[in-house]
Each structure stands twice: as C-alpha cells, then as structure tokens.
C-alpha cells in the first residue's frame, strides 16, 4: 500500500509538473513523422495480466506482422526525435500513466511482449510476475546499451533470447526478493545519474 502510494503521488506530481515538455515532445514527434504520438503494444503485466503500455513513439510505423520486436544498434526506423528521445530515454515518460491507471509501477521488472515471457523459465516467471512491472529496474541501469550490445550480434534475437534475458531476469528476481521502498529510491536515483552520464 506504501508503495502504490508512492507511486501514485510521484506519477501524478511527475505528468503535472511535465504536462507542457510532454505536449511540446507530442508536437515534434507529429511534425518529424507520419503517426500517432503513442506507440501502444502488449506487455505481460501483474500475474500475467496482459496490458497496452504507454510511450512516445520513436519510429516509423510499420506494416502489421512485420515490426522486430527488439531494437538493434542504429534501427533504420528510428525517427530523428526518436533518435533523441530514446537517447535520454524520454519516451518512457508516457508510463506515468500507466503507474497511475495500476498496470505499472515506477521500479519494476520492465513489462515484456508475450513472445518472450512465454520464454522465461519456471519459477523466475512466477516470481518476476508477481509484482507490477515498473518503468525502471535493476536491468534498465545495467542494460542501458543493449541495442549496442545485440548490434554486435550476428543474431540479434538468439543473443537476447539467450543471453541477455536471462541475465536481465536475474536482475528482476533480485529486485523482488529484496523490494523495499527504500530500494524504489535507489534505483530511481541510479536511473536518473544514468541518463545524465
């Protein structure tokens, strides 16, 4: 309960507070390419609950069926805002509504497509969904580059699948047999000096 209030208060202060950058941020992305401001996708939520995350969209639309679901070095669908967004990692600022709608909360396991959390072995999958997934995690920090990282591969996916989900689902595990709010703190805290280094 501390936590969701926590959460609520920090998201209704935070879409507040930033109601003009993000109407200024939704007008560039309008101007810079053809679509909608949002990009809406599933994601695997609190006890496998299926939900349509919030954030600015950074890329060209594609055609149904044939979008990647993972992002890899310098993706050619990248906008230029997008380019800037994802950079400092501003289009995830439209999550705040989603900590408020209670989909979300702001440190949690980052929310998965289903493809890959049909992945995830037992029990980590048990463990990892029994909380909200958040905005920001142990994972994000650590994994700050990873479309550098899988850039690199040969196969990308394989790579992920294989390689870097696991050590992100360690991460996650970590994070709910230790949560606290002093925790949330932290890694809010982490979260911020990251994105300014």
């Not at 920090?10 to 109601?19: I, R």
């Not at 950058?21 to 992305?29: D, E, G, S, T, Y």
């Not at 992100?168 to 809010?188: E, G, H, M, R």
């Amino acid at each position: 309960m501390i936590k969701r209030l926590f959460d609520m208060v920090l998201a209704f202060t935070g879409l507040l507070l930033l109601s003009p950058v993000l109407v200024l941020i939704a007008v560039l992305i309008k101007r810079d390419s053809t679509g909608p401001v949002f990009f809406r996708q599933e994601r695997i939520g609190l006890h496998g609950k299926p939900f349509r995350i919030h954030k600015f969209r950074t890329m060209t639309v594609a055609q149904p069926g044939t979008a990647m679901q993972i992002t890899v070095g310098q993706d050619a669908r990248i906008t230029k805002v997008g380019a800037f967004l994802r950079h400092y990692k501003i289009d995830e600022l439209p999550q705040l509504i989603d900590v408020l709608q209670g989909t979300m909360s702001l440190v949690g396991p980052r929310p998965e497509v289903p493809k890959y959390v049909a992945l995830y072995p037992e029990p980590t999958k048990s463990i990892v969904l029994s909380v909200r997934p958040g905005i920001t995690d142990l994972a994000s920090i650590e994994y700050r580059s990873e479309s550098e990282l899988l850039a690199k591969s040969s196969n990308p996916e394989k790579t992920y699948i294989e390689e870097v989900m696991p050590a992100k689902l360690a991460y996650c595990v970590q994070y709910v047999q230790q949560q606290s709010l002093w925790l949330d703190i932290q890694i809010i805290a982490r979260t911020f000096l990251a994105i300014l280094r």
